[in-house]
């Protein structure tokens, strides 16, 4: 075990990449490429807390509200489950917290023939929950594991919350490529700079702007400030889905694949220096490109009511004692310019 950033947590390398978890949380908080020294996830710019020693008097700046805790300790890759948003007002008042128990949850950590792997049963939710980090050249391979521990069959959301961040994220300059096909904005306002037109449809990457006009999100924006949340079907012909991003400045590309079948959907949500708040206080730059079973982040209850987006379902079921298997891999590379995809990585 080790520390990062003041957090307890455990790493394994190579001689082309870092990989380091914390501990509580399960967040991957960074994949380093050693001969950049760039970590391309998200570190948010306030200080960071276990969420176990989290509490409003002690951390005042995150609030008392549902996302608290979780905003306490995010960091990087981020896993919501058995939700992807925020709780019902039910909830809220018996404890569940934004994105589930998993991102707030203490994690046990085992380090073997330089893998990781790390196991938590997540009490409310009643489901267990492993995952192996295997590194292998310049790519990070993650197998999770989820287990129904009731006999009722489960409606879950199973989402990898990515988020990047500065160094690697730059305004103007950062570019991204994915294989997304049909697209929809956020169907009310998503924040105070919002500049997308609420619930429209449309095909990657053209986003239309609540003026007029569209953006390509293809290249990170580089307005003042502003913030959206559109998501994105990944395409039904292909066997495998990918985002990737480019620093051209580093020639450094950072991406994920998977299999479509786990994760049809990719979220990429926003944040420019728009949010006021604490503990944001308009400091944030970040881009979440957030892909799993659910197109939207919403509560429980508002995800199975909603029950499918683009004739495509928004949750996906958890058989009674039953266990589902993912795997997906991360990768980094050198190069010139972005590929058009990553699909040849794994």
Known sequence: MTTYRGRRAAAI?????????????????????????????WTPPWRSCEPSAYGPDVYAEYGAGAESKLL???????????????????????????????PVAAYEIEEADNRLSLRARFPVAQIGFERRIELQDRSVRIRERVENLTVCD?????????????????KRVTQFR?????????????????????????????????DGGSVDLRVL??????????????DPARERAFFAAFAPAAR??????????DFPWM?????????????WNGETLARGMEFGVSPIPESRRQMIDRGKLFGVPTYRWLPAKARL???????MARADAIPETLEHCW
């Open 267 to 279: 979220g990429i949500w926003d944040e420019n220096y728009s949010r006021p708040q604490a503990p």
């Open 221 to 234: 924006t580089g307005a003042a400030s502003s913030c959206a949340f559109t998501t994105h079907l990944m």
């Open 325 to 331: 298997e993912v795997e997906y891999c991360a990768v």
């Open 154 to 170: 489960r409606p879950i959301g199973w989402t990898q919350h990515v988020t990047l961040g500065p160094p690697f994220l730059e």
């Open 178 to 210: 994915a294989s997304a096909t049909r697209s929809k904005v956020f169907e009310s306002e998503f924040g105070v700079a919002d500049r997308l037109r609420a619930a429209a449809e449309f095909e990657w990457p053209a986003a239309p702007l609540r």
């Open 72 to 102: 306490g300790g995010i960091m990087g890759h981020n896993l919501c489950l058995d939700m992807f948003g925020g709780p019902s007002e039910a909830e809220a008042a018996a404890g569940i917290t934004v994105h589930g128990e998993a």
């Open 252 to 261: 450094l590309v950072f991406g994920y694949v998977w299999k479509r079948a």
């Open 13 to 41: 390398e190579n001689q082309h990449l870092r990989v380091t978890v914390l501990q509580e949380g399960g967040h991957i908080a960074e994949i380093l490429d050693k001969e950049t020294g760039i970590n391309p996830l």
